[in-house]
């Protein structure tokens, strides 16, 4: 079959991290920095990649069963991988960005046989895309690869899933940015520790009246443009997980998280799962970064 080489995107969890399981919303952008494609590489002798052979065989299990819910050319993928497809991505593995969704992504858009409707159905590719994704993570929630496939900010919510606008901010001083922790780390186990916690119900009430609407404001000042707001809710969601979720902050970085807090030069969230990969941070002023971050990866993904 001829690949259509097109380029699908990582995807960040700007805010609802934990908290959009307990019913809060939760906002997902892509990520253009990082992306993935389908391709046969040059080197013919590269062989069979094995990650694609087992999600094939995944992938025609479920048709056996009529479980897929939709149709897929399950034939000529086992074919293309067996004739040395690869999926060639820049997206760092176990760091919270979306390295399996945009290769679902990809593969759906390749190989499923969609009708004009599923195709424009939201609901319906999240459904279709947790049953992918979960080959590789146990469960999924089809988030991740939606963000890739659409390639559209998402408002994941209690019953609402939408596309929606990010608004222009102007280039200033001012930054949401991603810290690059420099380890990766798996979200499964993180999950199920906070699933966990949340079987106390004195941590299940802070979640759901406390962090919950946090984090809701944060996304409706995000998608306002007001940062000022923004900054004071961050602040709060930074303290709300310095507090609470301290076995999903790094080590190395624990120190820094409370000194922006108590300094108010920046503030610093989890990004998705935590324990590595990213960590999101908002300042007023770059220039105020600690000198310890200068040896970290730091790039800005909103100015204002």
Known sequence: MLINEQSFSAKILLFGEYSVIRKSNALAIPYSLFDGKLVFPKDKASGVDNELNTFSQYIKR??????????????????????????????????????SGAL??????????????????ISFLKKTFSVLESHFHGSSSGVDPLISYLNSPIIIGDGDLRKVEIPEYKNGNGAIFLLNTGRSRRTEPLVNLFLEKCSSKDFAYLCDRVLSPISNKCIENFLSGDTDSLLKNYKELSTFQFEHFSAMIPKLYSKLWE????????????????????????????NKLPKEFSSQEVRPLFRF
């Open 259 to 286: 000194d922006g807090i108590e300094s108010g030069d920046y503030y610093l969230k989890l990004c998705g799962a935590g324990g590595g990969g990213f960590i999101l941070g908002i300042t007023k002023d770059l």
């Open 104 to 121: 679902c992504a990809a593969i759906l858009a390749q190989y499923g046989k969609l009708s004009e409707k599923q195709q424009q159905d």
């Open 62 to 99: 479920l048709i056996d069963l009529k479980e897929l819910g939709f149709d897929f050319d399950v034939n000529s993928f086992g074919f293309d991988v067996s004739s040395g497809l690869i999926f060639d991505s820049s997206i760092p593995q176990g760091y919270g960005v979306g390295s």
